[in-house]
């Protein structure tokens, strides 16, 4: 039987350029690869024709000599008739592995070299403030347990007057290839963990580990305006890397705590004010607190109901980017007297036989459950 087109083979035009055909082995690869297509005998076949393709055609010289005298180029070349010899596909197969399998596996670690070290882990840190810290902001020196890098031999791990050195079960690549039926399995290296080295003369303080366990103390700058579930990232202040890999990132988690007299929804500030039922009926000044710790002076308009609320422009919390100060909202609560004298009852008795339309709402409610009633006895 007639060889196939080789450009016919990988679904191409002959015009395609070393792009485009890597790409089209990778779909070919991908659909009749023989572990995919187990109920599919011919599979192995096409996946073999396919990879013969590639190997032609993925080399300018190969591919000059087949676009010029078509398959006859190779006929009489040692191989069987196949240019990359009779059944091995695997230098083809190899050139695409990682674009294939490379983000299931993990990736390759760089250009083929060893593994880079290990980035150190990020490390959270939790951090309770007052309300009045969150207000104005602060400078705070804090102490976070981490790995470090070891300073006796610089985070190598290898001690004085030593070095690692290049791991002989993988070469210094860091990982190991093995074959499954057609796939070429990597894993990283069992003797070295992945780092392409062996520490042979450890170094005494980390035990060849390149970092030690330590108490760091930060200064750390609390912007205002930080509110519960802010998130403050410290770059390069988290743990060593092993062996002199990068540190990670260290992130302080805002708490602000509750207030006994504030409560704060955003930059918005509300306090609930408690009056004297002659104040709220007569009108009035009061002081109220400021968060930055001054106050304000409110008039309390004559005839105030419990739940009034009045506004304080710019006496609220800033926000944690900058901008303008929230408001703080002032809510009335009026205070029904207690502990009453027998000549305060009287008078209060007084006032009240005195009163005609002192009190609208209780007025307006009591005529609409009279109504109510009325309306009832109507349908009895």
Not at 60 to 87: L, M, V
Not at 241 to 265: K, N
């Amino acid at each position: 039987m007639a060889k196939r087109d080789y450009y016919e083979t990988l679904g191409i035009a002959k015009g395609a350029d070393a792009d485009e055909i890597k790409k089209a082995y990778r779909r070919k690869a991908k659909e009749l690869h023989p572990d995919r297509n187990a109920d599919n005998p011919a599979s192995e076949g096409l996946f073999k024709e396919a990879n013969e393709a590639y190997e032609v055609l993925k080399n300018n010289d190969k591919k000059a000599a087949y676009d010029r005298y078509g398959h006859a180029a190779f006929e009489g070349s040692g191989g069987g008739g196949r240019p990359g010899g009779q059944g091995d596909f695997s230098g083809a197969f190899s050139d695409v592995f990682d674009d294939l399998f490379g983000d299931f596996m993990g990736g390759r670690g760089g250009s083929g070299g060893r593994q880079r070290p290990a980035r150190g882990s990020d490390l959270r840190y939790n951090m309770r403030v007052s309300l009045e810290e969150a207000f104005k902001g602060l400078h705070k020196t804090i102490n976070v347990p981490t790995a470090v890098s070891c300073t006796t031999c610089e985070g190598s791990g290898a001690a004085a007057g030593s070095e690692p050195a290049t791991c002989g079960t993988c070469a210094g690549m860091g990982k190991v290839r093995a074959q499954q039926g057609f796939f070429t399995v990597e894993r990283a290296c069992p003797t070295c963990s992945g780092a392409g080295q062996v520490i042979k003369n450890p170094c005494s303080s980390c035990r060849g580990a390149g970092r030690v366990e330590k108490d760091r103390a930060l200064s750390v700058n609390i912007p205002p305006g930080v509110e519960t579930g802010t998130r403050i990232r410290l770059s390069g202040e988290g743990e060593a890397g092993s062996r002199g890999g990068p540190q990670g990132d260290l992130y302080i988690f805002i708490e602000v705590d509750d207030h006994e007299i504030f409560e704060r929804e955003g930059t918005k500030l509300f306090c609930n004010i408690p009056v004297s039922m002659t104040s709220a009926a007569m009108g009035g000044d009061i002081e109220v607190p400021n968060i930055d710790g001054g106050r304000s002076r409110v008039k309390i308009p004559a005839g105030s109901q419990s739940g009034r609320q009045m506004r304080l422009r710019a006496k609220g919390m800033p926000a944690v980017r900058g901008g303008a100060l929230g408001d703080m909202f002032i809510e009335l609560q009026v205070e029904t007297p207690v502990n009453l004298t027998a000549r305060q009852k009287e008078l209060l008795k007084e006032f009240e036989e005195l009163s005609t339309n002192n009190s609208p709402e209780s007025q307006g409610f009591f005529n609409k459950v009279k109504g109510f009633w009325d309306s009832m006895k109507g349908r009895d």
